[in-house]
């Protein structure tokens, strides 16, 4: 526990030394092939600024404009060299094929809502503009949806970093203090996992519900 805490603090303090530059690099990583969850990113940021030594709206700007560019990379790397490139190499690149195929069929399922509703879903967030830059979307419609999806996905990690971290600066210092925080809150987390479980629901009824009158 005692190691963990202390890998903890350092990344905390890290983000903190890096300010939103490092937000814009983190989260254009974590929306392009590097593997860097977000939620080690924007929780922390947003802590801070319950601190005081950031902004939280800068934060979440900060968050959603390294979304984006994470994202528009990907989306023109990935129209310039094409689905058999990306296939056959992607493996070297934390992109197997059965990643690629999960992405590929939400794009061709759902479209440009697609590409909002995966800015809110693990593994598929950060993969799903590939096949938006293959399948060649538009740019305009796909950078809408990124945007929109990207900036509620990091006003809600924000806001669980500003209201359940930020109240409680004190699990810095202790790693049996930062276990009882996160344990006790950890009903608000569950409580947006589900809110997000929910929109993807309605999202896949209304389309059920769309499908069924285009083909009646």
């Given at each position: ?6 890998l903890?603090?350092?990344w ?9 530059g ?12 590097v ?36 994202s528009?990379?990907s989306y ?6 094409g ?9 070297y ?14 794009f ?11 800015r809110?879903?693990p593994?598929?967030r ?12 538009n ?17 809600v990690l ?11 600066p004190?699990?810095l ?14 009903g ?16 896949l ?9 285009q083909s009646g």
């Open positions: 526990m005692e190691t963990i805490h202390n903890a603090i350092y905390f303090h890290l983000l903190e030394d890096w300010g939103y490092g937000i814009v690099f983190l989260m254009a990583l974590e929306s392009s092939i593997p860097i969850p977000s939620e080690v990113v924007m929780p922390p940021a947003a802590f801070w600024a319950a601190q005081g030594r950031m902004n939280f709206w800068a934060v979440v700007l900060a968050g959603t404009v390294g979304s984006y560019i994470g528009v990379l023109y790397g990935a129209r310039l060299v689905t058999p490139i990306l296939y056959r190499f992607g493996k690149i934390f992109l197997p094929p059965a990643k690629l195929q999960m992405a590929e069929r939400w061709q399922e759902y479209g440009a809502s697609g590409i909002f509703f995966a809110l879903l593994v598929i950060h993969l799903i503009s590939m096949p938006a830059g293959v399948f060649k979307m740019f305009l419609s796909f950078s809408i949806s990124t945007i929109l999806g990207a900036f509620l996905w990091c006003l924000s806001w669980y970093g500003g209201e359940v971290l930020g109240e409680s004190q699990l210092n202790s790693p049996i203090e930062m276990v009882d925080v996160l344990k006790s809150r950890m608000w987390l569950i409580g947006g996992i589900v809110g997000i479980t929910v929109l993807y629901g309605i999202m009824f209304a389309k059920s519900r769309l499908d069924k009158k």
